[in-house]
């Protein structure tokens, strides 16, 4: 605030333009990039043209956050809290950034998950101003004229998807662009990529999501959804001109795509270009770094545990592929350490030769030699597994019965809940502590409040949020201009978030490190990808510096 006992006589400064009204100043304040709201100081706001535009008063920084949180605080629902946010975002960034950064454990659920899933089925009905490019159906054969609508010219990250399949709410078209709107955020707060070089992309080729269809307020193409030559080709010209545009070590994150597209769409680009899938690599690897952070309470060795999936969907898949690489790297054969893995779909558990049929290329290579087994409760008792995640999206899939068999065969059961939003979590933290006792070593994907113990003792859930992982990784994969991802990047991040686990962590029942600390967090993953880039020759940055964290 102003010191209002010092005299500001001598710092008035007169403009050249004689306050004629400064068309540079007023876009300066319009534009979220560089507007620092009542934060101008007088000669700013001369100098600008700007003066005369805003309330005398001069607020720091610090004060606007205050300010900021303090109408945060006042609004009645989660809802408006992320609508009063992603206004702000549009006004001015740098505030934006601070005030997240400053509550980061309490704001992220409101940015991101679980929130950002009911923002995006609203998205619609609170829409006020776009963000990031959407390119539709209709706009094949001229996607390179839409980047260039786009003002920023050196684009470091874009996040894209095509709304298919957002968190665990199905296909929401459109209105998914919150989704890569709300990641790119997190690769700012999370890890100091500047928003500037992010991009947010939706690819819109329809919905089968009749209620959106039908929807006066849908802003998407309304048509059936695109699944044939046309969307192939329309993703691969994305791809394509995106790379020649902003350059081939461009991050291209691939963001809430269905299933089917999901894994060939990966396995189809991961070799042309510097490319992601978070909800498979990076849901893979924070759930990794959980189970090696569980093996320290539970004295066992990764290798001696057996893992049962709800769920066998990318996230699935991808968790047990990437188990399945940290397995062989302890000594097992590829063969075993596969044994080591279960999947149950909505079929049952998936075995060779299953009756109802339903194995597929990626879940093949998970089908065991094992009789028929319908039900997630019966596969408990027969499989008798040390951790049981969940990742299918069906709220209380993880009943009391199954808990507590859980509890009778292992001493400390890991159970990692990790479907998105909350309302579609296997079960809670606290059903989890009761039904095993307090035996249990439990993560989920949404956050869940901390629990008492009858001693006194608080217990924090432990958060298996992807941006644990993604922020970190994008940092490292820019930072050595990585020309591609191959998955050992996604082995390298899980061991080294799980490696900052603390004692004092453990002691409070965490199996991450606190959200306070991701900034910290994300700059070491980042470290670790650019070595990692540089020993496995996919980084263009050269020379390799001397000192990785200078980079």
């Not at 620092?36 to 004060?63: C, T, V, W, Y």
């Not at 950002?116 to 609170?126: D, E, S, T």
Request: charged share 25%; glycine share 8%.
């Amino acid at each position: 605030i102003m010191d209002l006992k010092k005299s500001v006589r001598d710092e008035w400064i007169f403009h050249p333009s004689g306050f004629e009204g400064s068309r540079k100043g007023v876009d300066i304040i319009r534009n979220p990039k560089f507007n620092k709201g009542m934060a101008f100081n007088l000669k700013e706001r001369q100098l600008l043209g700007i003066h005369g535009l805003l309330p005398p008063s001069i607020l720091s920084q610090d004060i606007q956050v205050k300010r900021v949180k303090n109408s945060i605080n006042m609004k009645p629902n989660d809802l408006e809290k992320y609508i009063y946010l992603m206004g702000l975002q549009d006004r001015n960034e740098k505030l934006f950034y601070r005030v997240v950064a400053d509550y980061l454990e309490e704001l992220m659920p409101i940015i991101y998950t679980p929130v950002v899933g009911l923002a995006c089925q609203k998205y619609g009905h609170i829409f006020r101003r776009p963000r990031g490019l959407f390119i539709s159906l209709h706009d094949k054969g001229n996607v390179k004229s839409i980047l260039k609508s786009w003002p920023e010219i050196d684009v470091k990250a874009i996040v894209f998807t095509d709304g298919e399949r957002i968190l665990g709410l199905g296909d929401l078209g459109c209105y998914g662009m919150g989704i890569p709107v709300g990641k790119l955020s997190l690769y700012t707060a999370c890890a100091g990529v500047k928003p500037s070089h992010c991009l947010p992309v939706m690819i819109d080729v329809g919905t089968n999501n009749k209620t959106l269809l039908d929807d006066p307020f849908y802003i998407g193409i309304r048509r059936p959804r695109e699944s044939g030559p046309a969307y192939d080709d329309l993703i691969a010209e994305f791809m394509e001109a995106a790379a020649e545009r902003y350059g081939e070590t461009t991050l291209m994150q691939f963001e809430d795509f269905g299933n089917r597209n999901a894994f060939r769409l990966l396995d189809k680009f991961r070799n042309q270009y510097c490319t992601f899938n978070d909800d498979i690599q990076g849901t893979a690897a924070v759930t990794l770094a959980g189970l090696i952070t569980a093996t320290k309470l539970t004295k066992k060795r990764l290798s001696d545990n057996v893992f049962l999936f709800q769920g066998a969907g990318e996230a699935a898949i991808g968790i047990a592929s990437l188990i399945v690489n940290a397995l062989t790297e302890e000594g097992l054969a590829e063969s075993e350490a596969r044994k080591k893995i279960w999947l149950v779909d909505s079929k049952g558990l998936v075995v060779k030769n299953r009756p109802e049929g339903a194995i597929n290329e990626h879940k093949e290579p998970f089908a065991h030699d094992h009789k028929s087994i319908q039900t997630l409760a019966e596969v408990v008792k027969v499989i008798k597994p040390t951790a049981i995640i969940g990742v299918a999206a069906i709220s209380r899939a993880f009943t009391k019965e199954i808990i507590e068999d859980m509890a009778k065969t292992n001493e400390k059961p890991i159970i990692f809940a990790l479907s998105n939003p909350t309302a579609k979590s296997e079960c809670t933290f606290e059903e989890a502590y009761n039904y095993t006792n307090g035996k249990c070593i439990f993560a989920s994907g949404s956050p869940f409040p901390p629990i008492t113990t009858k001693s006194g003792k608080k217990l924090v859930p432990g958060q298996g949020n992807n941006a644990y992982i993604f922020p970190g990784v994008a940092l490292g994969v820019i930072a050595a201009a990585s020309k591609t991802i191959p998955e050992s990047t996604f082995l390298v991040a899980a061991k080294s978030l799980a490696a900052q686990v603390t004692n004092d962590d453990l002691s409070e029942g965490r199996v991450y490190p606190p959200l306070t600390d991701i900034r910290k967090v994300s700059r070491k993953i980042a470290i670790d990808v650019v070595d990692h880039s540089y020993d496995i020759n996919v980084a263009a940055r050269l020379p390799r510096p001397k000192d990785t964290a200078e980079l």
